[in-house]
């Protein structure tokens, strides 16, 4: 079946640093992929929709100058989390949407620790 | 605002039992409505999914019903194993705007031996 891989699956870093983390869609292309936050035991809050060649569309209240979305192909889009603080600690989670099954597929989430 | 309200909250069922889980929502734009299945620290996994031209999709233990006219649509699992135990998340989507998922707020199953 359709795979979405998500790197790395876990981060630290210092704060004040930049964190870069990748999202593929391995076999099938992907001109809309999605970008989620989770904190533990809750639901998935959508951050930004990043379409491949164009500007990410992003959500109420989510800084575009610190999660910056990059979609410069169809099967890569990357979340910059840029002067990382300690409260932008969480699992973040991509998605990928295969149009040929019109389906939504998840990566496997990558957990950003910032210390 | 909560676009897809899900209950409940959280589930005990026996192995062999079948687990319900419920959603309802308000915009009938609504095109899409997929369950996923999610394991501690691990993405979301996608189900079974059911657009609104169906009233009722299965696959294995797991049915999806749909009520068009009542906005609602439910999770059933039957046959619940202790493999089963998850929080499961339903949401909706809208062709038109995006295809962005709309989550509901998750129910944590737990499935007993």
């Known amino acids: 079946g359709a795979v979405v891989s998500q790197h790395p699956s876990w981060v630290i870093c210092k704060s004040g640093t930049s964190v870069k983390i990748e999202c593929r869609s391995l076999?099938?292309?992907?001109?809309?992929m999605f970008w989620y936050r989770q904190f533990p035991k809750q639901s998935l809050m959508l951050m930004a929709t990043?379409?491949?060649?164009?500007?990410?569309?992003?959500e109420q209240g989510v800084e575009k100058d610190k999660f910056l979305i990059n979609h410069a192909s169809l099967t890569l889009s990357t979340l910059t989390v840029t002067s990382a603080h300690p409260e932008d600690s969480s699992f973040y989670i991509c998605?990928?949407?295969?149009?040929?099954?019109?389906?939504?597929?998840f990566g496997e989430g990558s957990w950003l620790t910032v210390v | 605002q909560q676009q897809v309200k899900q209950s409940p909250q959280s589930l005990i069922v026996q192995k062999g039992g079948i687990s319900i889980i419920n959603c309802a929502y308000e915009?009938?734009?609504?095109?899409?409505f997929p369950w996923y299945q999610q394991f501690p620290g691990k993405g979301p996994a996608l189900l079974i999914a059911?657009?609104?031209?169906?009233s009722e999709k299965k696959e294995g233990r797991f049915t999806i019903s749909f009520n068009k006219s009542a906005k609602q649509f439910s999770l059933h699992i039957m046959d619940s194993q202790p493999g089963d135990s998850a929080t499961y998340f339903c949401?909706?989507?809208?062709?038109?705007?995006?295809?962005?998922?709309?989550f509901g707020k998750g129910t944590s199953l737990l499935v007993t031996p």
């Open positions: 915009n009938t734009a609504f095109d899409y």
């Open positions: 949401a909706a989507s809208n062709s038109n705007s995006g295809y962005a998922l709309n």
């Open positions: 059911i657009r609104p031209d169906v």
């Open positions: 076999d099938f292309q992907a001109t809309t």
């Open positions: 998605s990928a949407r295969d149009r040929s099954v019109h389906t939504i597929y």
């Open positions: 990043s379409n491949e060649g164009s500007k990410a569309t992003y």
